[in-house]
């Protein structure tokens, strides 16, 4: 009976065949490390003290992979060469020596005999929106007289004016990050808050990561809106506006943070559960710190605001 019990419980934990890189989008939080039985086409998941989670059944069909649709990937794939230039990659081995210990290995980013690749390790951009600093800012004041459309000798002076903020920039890359080199970025920088405009202002611009690469960013965020005076007595209106212009030497720092998995290959069967393929996920094996590494870019940004406007009849 308990047999019979252990059997029923074993395949409702085993489920339909899966390709691996579904199956590491859907494993849970509390899962560090997995076991791949290629005699028995299985993998076994575990959590930190060893315990059990699910078996699943992997895939080995010879269905094609997905493709993606994106020209670009957000996130792109780095290589095991990659992975060890991390000043923690130490302690990635670390966690396989005391987990399954030091005999004869090999490493690798997939599955043995996985030929998906969706799944490999990837750099991707870590932070929603990066801050810019404004840091030494020039800045002017000028006026400029505006004429309106007077509407009878009793009337209303009609004038439009843009109200707003707007910038614009030239940037370059001070610092690239050593992975992915040559290859460009979606990046959204985020403006602190200017004073005649009190709120905070950001922008998507695509940053290509090589030193000294050069981008250019515009925003507006300007509205044009009609003002009337009143004209009495047929008098002489004129209207103004201030504009209040700024060089500043911006920059930023962008997160990029590395994910994925790294298989560990053993000769012998490797810890107390006796298996030969075990794999551990960089985000379990290492902090967020571990596993970053930061874009350094600097811009001369010009920026213009509406400071005041005004009008008056003579």
Same mark, same amino acid.
């Given at each position: 009976?308990?047999?019979?019990?252990?059997?029923?419980?074993?395949?409702?934990?085993?489920?339909?065949?899966?390709?691996?890189?579904?199956?590491?989008?859907?494993?849970?939080?509390?899962?560090?490390?997995?076991?791949?039985?290629?005699?028995?086409?299985?993998?076994?998941?575990?959590?930190?003290?060893?315990?059990?989670?699910?078996?699943?059944? %992997?895939?080995?069909?010879?269905?094609?992979?997905?493709?993606?649709?994106?020209?670009?990937?957000?996130?792109?794939?780095?290589?095991?060469?990659?992975?060890?230039?991390?000043?923690?990659?130490?302690?990635?081995?670390?966690?396989?020596?005391?987990?399954?210990?030091?005999?004869?290995?090999?490493?690798?980013?997939?599955?043995?005999?996985?030929?998906?690749?969706?799944?490999?390790?990837?750099?991707?951009? %870590?932070?929603?929106? =990066?801050?810019?600093?404004?840091?030494?800012?020039?800045?002017?004041?000028?006026?400029?007289?505006?004429?309106?459309?007077?509407?009878?000798?009793?009337?209303?002076?009609?004038?439009?004016?843009?109200?707003?903020?707007?910038?614009?920039?030239?940037?370059?890359?001070?610092?690239?990050?050593?992975?992915?080199?040559?290859?460009?970025?979606?990046?959204?920088?985020?403006?602190?808050?200017?004073?005649?405009?009190?709120?905070?202002?950001?922008?998507?611009?695509?940053?290509?990561?090589?030193?000294?690469?050069?981008?250019?960013?515009?925003? %507006?965020?300007?509205?044009?809106?009609?003002?009337?005076? =009143?004209?009495?007595?047929?008098?002489?209106?004129?209207?103004?506006?201030?504009?209040?212009?700024?060089?500043?030497?911006?920059?930023?720092?962008?997160?990029?943070?590395?994910?994925?998995?790294?298989?560990?290959?053993?000769?012998?069967?490797?810890?107390?559960?006796?298996?030969?393929?075990?794999?551990?996920?960089?985000?379990? =094996?290492?902090?967020?710190?571990?596993?970053?590494?930061?874009?350094?870019?600097?811009?001369?940004?010009?920026?213009?605001?509406? =400071? %005041?406007?005004?009008?008056?009849?003579?």
């Amino acid at each position: 009976m308990i047999i019979y019990i252990a059997v029923i419980l074993f395949f409702l934990r085993l489920t339909s065949a899966i390709p691996f890189y579904q199956l590491a989008r859907r494993l849970p939080r509390d899962i560090t490390h997995i076991a791949h039985d290629e005699e028995r086409g299985v993998y076994h998941t575990f959590r930190s003290d060893d315990s059990r989670g699910g078996t699943y059944e %992997d895939d080995d069909s010879d269905d094609d992979e997905p493709s993606d649709k994106k020209d670009k990937p957000a996130c792109p794939a780095v290589s095991l060469e990659e992975l060890k230039t991390l000043g923690s990659w130490s302690k990635v081995e670390a966690f396989a020596d005391r987990k399954w210990g030091t005999t004869q290995r090999s490493l690798s980013i997939k599955p043995a005999k996985d030929k998906f690749v969706k799944h490999l390790p990837k750099i991707c951009v %870590d932070t929603e929106s =990066a801050p810019v600093d404004m840091g030494n800012k020039q800045c002017s004041v000028s006026r400029l007289d505006l004429k309106g459309g007077l509407e009878g000798t009793n009337g209303t002076l009609r004038m439009n004016i843009k109200q707003g903020y707007s910038n614009t920039a030239v940037w370059s890359v001070s610092k690239a990050i050593t992975f992915a080199v040559g290859l460009s970025f979606e990046v959204r920088l985020k403006v602190p808050a200017v004073s005649e405009v009190g709120v905070e202002t950001s922008f998507r611009t695509e940053i290509e990561n090589e030193k000294t690469s050069t981008y250019e960013t515009r925003m %507006d965020n300007t509205v044009t809106q009609e003002v009337r005076i =009143a004209v009495i007595g047929g008098k002489s209106c004129s209207g103004w506006i201030d504009s209040k212009s700024c060089n500043v030497n911006a920059k930023a720092r962008i997160r990029f943070a590395v994910e994925g998995w790294v298989w560990f290959n053993y000769v012998a069967k490797a810890s107390q559960n006796g298996h030969f393929k075990w794999a551990v996920p960089l985000q379990n =094996a290492l902090s967020l710190d571990e596993r970053s590494d930061w874009m350094e870019t600097t811009g001369d940004m010009k920026t213009s605001t509406t =400071a %005041d406007y005004g009008g008056s009849c003579k």
